[in-house]
């Protein structure tokens, strides 16, 4: 049987970047009070974020895109400890070239920073009427709000991606969204009603 400090713990000994707690928190009550009942998540990492979103409720369905092998194995792996396999579909591949059937109540955005426009516009037809798109780490664990602390030139560009993102989305016509501060800075993109 899954065990989710286990997760964590895997997670911080191989530093992998699994959602913060207050993150996680708000994304499990956002699926519980809009009840999302299937998600599409971009990037799994070792699962922990997919598992513990298909947890929250028993008749929720998760599809996760993962293009790192070791990563994917890992998943597949915790999902079925969890025996989730009927319930988190796991699919090997870059999320840029990975084509998506249907439409998802919550798509999460969760993996490389630099391509985060991209992935919100491929994505973005895959979303319900009224769904949401939300994505994590806005805030790069605080540098995108200050970006003079850094001085590797490759932070530098990544910082500027995200902030470009934020921007992409302030200035979005077609979505309407919500920066939260917790977490590592998450996002809600919601469509704007046409009326
Ligand atoms: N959602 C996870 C953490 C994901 S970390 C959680 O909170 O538990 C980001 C993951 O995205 C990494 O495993 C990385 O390999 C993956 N990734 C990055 N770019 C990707 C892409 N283009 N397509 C699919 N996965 C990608
Ligand atoms: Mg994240």
């Known amino acids: 049987m899954g065990c989710i400090t286990n ?19 708000f994304l499990i009550k956002y699926i519980k009070e809009n009840n ?11 699962g ?12 929720i369905q998760v599809t996760t895109i993962e293009k790192n092998e070791k990563m994917y ?16 579909n796991v699919i090997y591949g870059d999320a ?15 993996a490389a920073k630099a391509q985060y426009i991209k992935f919100f516009e491929k994505y973005k037809q895959n979303l319900q009427t009224n769904g949401a798109i939300i994505t994590d780490n806005l805030n790069f664990h605080g540098l995108a709000n200050h970006p ?5 030139k490759n932070l530098k560009a990544l910082v500027r991606k995200i ?10 016509k077609e979505f309407h969204t919500i920066f939260y501060e917790l977490g590592d ?9 046409m009326d």
Not at 80 to 87: G, H, Q, S, Y
């Open 185 to 193: 800075g998450i996002a809600v993109s919601k469509y704007n009603k």
């Open 148 to 152: 003079e602390e850094i001085h590797s």
């Open 96 to 110: 840029l070239d990975t084509t998506i059937q249907g439409k998802y109540d919550l798509i999460f955005i969760d």
């Open 163 to 172: 902030n470009n993102y934020k921007d992409f989305l302030i200035k979005n």
């Open 48 to 59: 922990y974020s997919s598992i513990n979103m298909a947890l929250a409720s028993d008749d």
């Open 7 to 25: 997760l964590e713990i895997y997670a911080k000994e191989n530093k992998v970047p699994i959602i913060q707690k207050e993150g996680l928190n």
């Open 36 to 46: 999302v009942k299937n998600i599409l998540e971009i990037g799994s990492a070792i």
């Open 73 to 88: 194995n890992e998943t597949i792996k915790n999902v079925k400890d969890f025996n989730l396999e009927n319930r988190v």
